[in-house]
């Protein structure tokens, strides 16, 4: 198994956040806002998926000469709810969610099997209170790091007589779904001069993936067009995929303990990221101020090596898919 050390992170507040109002935005340009109405509660459906494939190489069985290959898959899917506890229209506006529902499913030639849920599906039932300005920038993540802490420490087998051992859990996962929220709206760098057609802006965000990897994508923002339909207009904001390492060291970690992680991906070691392209889609509501549904997709290519000197060095193949559509009451 192999053995992980991780930091602990100081989280802070961000600051210097400057309240958008919605006055007219420079010529062709569309002011984009994420805004929460008093009363109303949104609902959404988040997904995080991956299909794994690894190659060992060439086999020494009775298959001369053809490759090993294992393939898995592994799902998070949860409903998480939005309610507004205090709106501010040009300021901060509080917001509490709450984790309705988390399920893990694993598949695969010999998935794994376990008595004990995977440490996401801790977050059923739970809530948490952030603030969030118009530009769609989060200002106090606090009770969700203390959340995402809570379920880290659920990912550990019980009996520590020989150490911390950490089960496989998609909380980075969770992370990437709820940590960045709002990202292509709150990564505009002049808000207040909105954008048109065809303009670019940049940003950053994270990587889940089934082991422990310290990278992340670089991401380019591209406001394709603006739809009208019955919903009013909608801004389709596309987006592409490259990658950065390592990650930005400010990222919650939702362990800080040192531990040993179980199964396949804990007994490989070495790994080291070869290449990462994606792409994906978000359609963002004008008027209301809200994401109607996105996609992101991207396939990320990683070498590891094993203990032992065995000499094999398996390639594995991670093509991973996030998505968040908005549920109609």
């Keep these: 198994m192999q053995k992980i050390v991780v930091p602990i992170v100081l989280i802070g507040i961000l600051a210097g956040c400057t309240p958008v109002q919605k006055t007219a935005p420079a010529p062709n340009k569309t002011l984009l806002t994420v805004d929460f109405p008093q009363g109303q509660t949104l609902r959404y459906k988040f997904v995080s998926s991956r299909d794994i494939t690894v190659d060992w190489g060439q086999s020494s069985s009775k298959q001369q000469g053809k490759s090993k290959v294992d393939t898995t898959s592994e799902s998070l899917e949860m ?10 229209p040009y300021g901060l506006t509080t917001v509490m969610a709450k984790c309705e529902s988390a399920k893990v499913t694993r598949t695969g030639k010999s998935p794994r099997r376990s008595a004990r849920q995977d440490a996401a599906e801790s977050f059923a039932g739970k809530s ?5 300005a118009p530009t769609g920038k989060v200002e106090d993540r606090s009770k969700l790091y203390d959340v995402l802490r809570q379920a880290g420490q659920q990912a550990f ?3 520590r007589s020989k150490g911390l051992i950490k089960e496989p859990d998609m909380l980075y996962d969770f992370i990437a779904l709820q940590w960045f929220g709002w990202d292509s709206i709150s990564s505009i760098l002049d808000p207040a001069a909105g954008v048109g057609a065809g303009d670019e802006w940049q940003s950053v965000l994270s990587v889940p993936a089934p082991m422990i990897l310290w990278v992340a994508r670089n991401v380019t923002y591209q406001l394709n067009e603006i739809r009208r339909d019955e919903r009013g207009p909608l801004a389709l904001i596309e987006s592409s995929y ?10 919650p970690i939702p362990y800080t303990e ?3 992680m179980s199964g396949m991906f804990g007994f490989m070691r070495n790994y080291k990221v070869l290449d990462l392209q994606g792409t994906g889609q978000e359609l963002f509501n004008i008027d209301a101020g809200r994401t109607q549904q996105y ?3 991207y ?9 032992l000197g065995l000499g094999v060095n398996p390639k594995i193949t991670i093509g991973q898919t996030l998505s968040m559509t908005l549920l109609v009451p």
């Design 157 to 159: 087998r019980p009996d």
């Design 295 to 297: 996609t992101q997709h």
């Design 299 to 307: 396939t990320m290519q990683v070498q590891a090596s094993l203990p």
């Design 79 to 88: 409903v998480i709810s939005y309610t507004p506890v205090e709106v501010e």
């Design 242 to 251: 490259s990658l950065l390492q390592p990650s930005p060291t400010d990222w």
């Design 128 to 132: 948490w209170i952030f603030t969030v």
């Design 258 to 260: 040192r531990f040993q």
